[in-house]
């Protein structure tokens, strides 16, 4: 038996690594094909900001809500929920593009609050993703 030829033969190495490649290669292509394929990545960059807002009630059926602190929002990506009557989209109530800190618009309610939850709503650009950025429910009277 030579023992030390068992110990200094390498003919298999070489075929083992290239197939170990070959493998990890395919494996690497099909991820990147896949994603591209299922569009996995069409949500990235529309995550929803981060926002804080101020909901004032008043007996006149209205609510002021201010924009407290948090990123700037766009305006026309902004809108109320739960209000009865009247435009709901933040562009059309304070006339800008941005909705940033110390910002208010005030909305005007038909009816009696009653304990209606009033949402601040962000929805993104495609349409396709939106999030509650801010809610409260309102005073009964």
Do not use: C
Not at 27 to 50: C, E, H, K
Not at 62 to 88: K, M, W, Y
Not at 109 to 135: F, H
């Amino acid at each position: 038996m030579k023992l030390k030829q068992l110990f200094t033969d390498d003919s298999a190495v070489s075929p083992v690594i290239g197939v170990i490649l070959m493998v990890a290669i395919t494996v690497i292509l099909a991820a990147v094909i896949g994603t591209f394929v299922l569009n996995l990545g069409q949500g990235i960059g529309q995550s929803a900001p981060q926002a804080s807002f101020n909901f004032d009630y008043n007996t006149d059926y209205n609510v002021t809500i201010t924009h407290e602190t948090g990123d700037s929002v766009d305006a026309a990506r902004l809108n109320t929920t739960g209000i009865v009557s009247g435009p709901t989209n933040w562009e059309d109530k304070i006339g800008d593009t941005t909705v940033s800190a110390g910002v208010s618009a005030e909305f005007n309610n038909s009816e009696t609050w009653e304990g209606e939850t009033v949402r601040v709503v962000w929805q993104s650009e495609n349409g396709e993703n939106s999030a509650t950025l801010s809610q409260s429910t309102a005073p009964t009277v």
